[in-house]
Structure formats: C-alpha cells, structure tokens
C-alpha cells in the first residue's frame, strides 16, 4: 500500500510535530483488507492481540509503501478462522495482529450501561485547547456526555466514503470504521488528560470484536471503561453502541495507551498548526 499525502488525505489531518503519523484506526482497515484478500467468502469479525512496535510517521513530501504479509487461515474449533497479518516497511516490522473471520458475525451481548459521571469538557473546547492534536477530517467528537475516574462517554460521528480519504482506495466501503475507532483512542486521550494531566497513545489492543457489516451511518456513542491505570499506561474496554437502538456494534478488549507528559507539547503545536 502506497502511503502518501497525496494518497492518503486523511494524514494531512492527523500530523504530530508537523509529521503525518498514519492513524493506528487504519491498521485495523487495511489488516482486515490483507487477510479478507485471499480469503473470499469470509467475513471480518475482529482481531486479537494488535501491537505497535514502531508508528508510520512520514516526512510531508515523503511517500513509503507499506507491505502486508498475510500467514494461512488456520481453523478455529468454532469454524472460524485466524489470519497473521504483519505490516512492514522494508525490514522495518511496524505492527502486527491476528484477524479473525468467519462465514456469520459473532452475537452481541449487552452494551456496557450510560454510568459515567457528567464531563469536564465543553463541545469542541478539547480540539482547540491543545488536549488533541487532530485536524479537519479527525474532528469527529460531536460531544463528551461523561467522564469520570472509572471512564469515558462520547459520541463520534461515522467516517465519510473511502474516496473523500484517499486516492484510489482499496475498497468502496470500509471494512471496519476508521473515524470511529480513532475517536476511541481520541476519547481516551481526554481521559488521560483528566485523570493524569497528560496525553496518550495507542500501542497495543487485546480484542476487537464486530457484530455488524457496517457500522450506523451519522453517529455512534463510544463508552471507554478504565480497567486499571498508571502514570504510564492505560488499559480499558470500549463499546461501540448504536444510539437509535442501543444495540452493541463493536466492543474493543484491553486497549492500551502508553502516556507520556512529552505528547503534551507535541499536541499542542499540532492543534496550534491547524488551527491557522
């Protein structure tokens, strides 16, 4: 896959120190695209066990082709199936996981409760505050509706076609939702911020589990539960829940954030730029 601001507009928005650093939300895109290429039929469930070891980080006039390798599907005793996925640059091993598919989405089950406590952020204050570095097209919190010291409630608007992001996309539909799993990683960066005055990244996700084909089209309410935490890292499950019906979407397991007082001054002068 050819990476590229020219390619990939999207990049233009998500840029750190004045870099474009490809959104860990599109690995989840483009694992599932590699596995779902040698496997027709299948359908993308999920992924176990995603690791960051270095991020995709581009100088502006720089274009780096990223390359997927795929291992075999290896059968589940449920009928499902694994599929290793790595993605390099050369001899640069970026990130790697394991995608799941299988011929029908799993079910869902309850969606974690509305419990969060009422928010510190005004709509739209958190952009332009410097709490997140995300420009135009990332700018996807509608609103924060809780926040407290046991987690996180926002809601997020869905991502446009494939084609508004990038030039000559693989596909006409995302796999999974892009905008929405960033505004996850967003969400807990407002969240680190509250509780340790400090941002955070995403290094690595236990679980992520789909139930539907696509996700609701306009919104999706994203409730990030802190399982435990330190002044370095944050580890929590995230609901994806449909706010017509209430339904689970999408649940992710173990997400992890590293954090780190240094981002601060990164996300600020990023905010700052775009806010120019």
């Not at 332009?128 to 924060?144: C, K, M, T, W, Y």
């Not at 449909?242 to 689970?248: I, M, Q, S, V």
């Amino acid at each position: 896959v050819p990476v590229s601001l020219t390619r990939c507009r999207f990049m233009a928005s998500h840029m750190l120190d004045a870099k474009p650093v490809l959104p860990v939300a599109m690995y989840i895109e483009w694992f599932a695209h590699a596995a779902l290429h040698e496997n027709p039929g299948l359908r993308f469930t999920g992924l176990q066990n995603l690791r960051v070891f270095k991020g995709v980080i581009l100088d502006s006039s720089e274009s780096r082709t990223l390359e997927f390798h795929a291992g075999k599907p290896v059968k589940t005793p449920d009928g499902a199936y694994r599929v290793d996925v790595e993605m390099r640059a050369g001899n640069v091993l970026h990130a790697g996981t394991t995608i799941l598919l299988a011929q029908t989405l799993p079910k869902p089950g309850e969606a974690t409760a509305d419990r969060f406590a009422h928010g510190p952020y005004a709509n739209n204050g958190y952009y332009d505050g410097g709490q997140l570095f995300h420009g135009p097209d990332f700018r996807a919190l509608d609103s924060v509706d809780g926040c407290d010291a046991s987690g996180i409630e926002v809601r997020a608007r869905t991502a446009p076609r494939p084609a508004d992001w990038i030039e000559k996309p693989l596909r006409k539909a995302w796999i999974a939702e892009p905008l929405v799993i960033d505004c996850a990683f967003q969400a807990l960066i407002l969240w680190t911020h509250h509780q340790h005055g400090s941002g955070s990244l995403p290094v690595r996700i236990g679980r992520y589990t789909q139930y539907a084909n696509t996700f609701p089209k306009g919104h999706v309410i994203i409730r990030a539960s802190v399982k435990e935490h330190t002044d370095h890292k944050a580890i929590a499950n995230v609901d994806f829940v449909n706010p017509r019906t209430g339904a689970l979407v999408a649940r992710m397991e173990d997400y992890e954030c590293v954090i780190d007082a240094s981002l601060n001054q990164a996300f600020q002068r990023s905010a700052l730029t775009f806010a120019k």
